[in-house]
């Protein structure tokens, strides 16, 4: 049921308002695959987008997860991918609808519908190349939060606060 018609039902006094918060409240999650419900309207009541995380998840839930997102907003951020389900997101939506993080461990995978930017500019700072799927994985999600973002890699942590950043002409903080 959509909003208008609940609403509208509310009115009319064919429902109640325990019944009508209850609907709204569920209003944008939709279940799928038995393992998930995802949160179609997140976007809308944050401003930020609903984001997968694939760890604990087969190829297939994962594909139908995002096939369901994508349906409804267009986009989808899935973090912590693996080989199979790599394969699988490749095999199903091809390099034209997925935007690959380092390593293919974060994707986000879209319809064309484009970020809308908001302004904002992140910076993403990694100490070692250890923390690189990490780093990839903030970077990928504030562009995706419409961020500007800026990675630096590798800045080193035995070298103290001065070390590799200032070697990059970035002052210390």
Known sequence: MNLKNLLQKYKNGEVGIDDTQACIRSLGYV??????NIDTFR???????EAVLAEGKTPEDILEIAKA?????GRVLITRLNEDQTSCMNNEFGSERIDWGIHHRTAAVHDGT???KT???VAIISAGTADINVAEEARMTAAEMGC???KIN???VAAGREGN?????????
């Open 148 to 150: 500007e973002t800026v």
């Open 114 to 116: 484009p970020i809308i």
């Open 119 to 121: 302004g904002g500019v």
């Open 165 to 173: 950043i200032t070697n990059r002409g970035i002052e210390p903080f």
């Open 154 to 156: 590798d800045v080193g």
């Open 43 to 49: 976007k809308h009541r944050t401003g930020i987008m």
């Open 69 to 73: 997102q994508i349906k409804a907003t």
């Open 31 to 36: 279940p799928v695959c038995n393992v998930a």
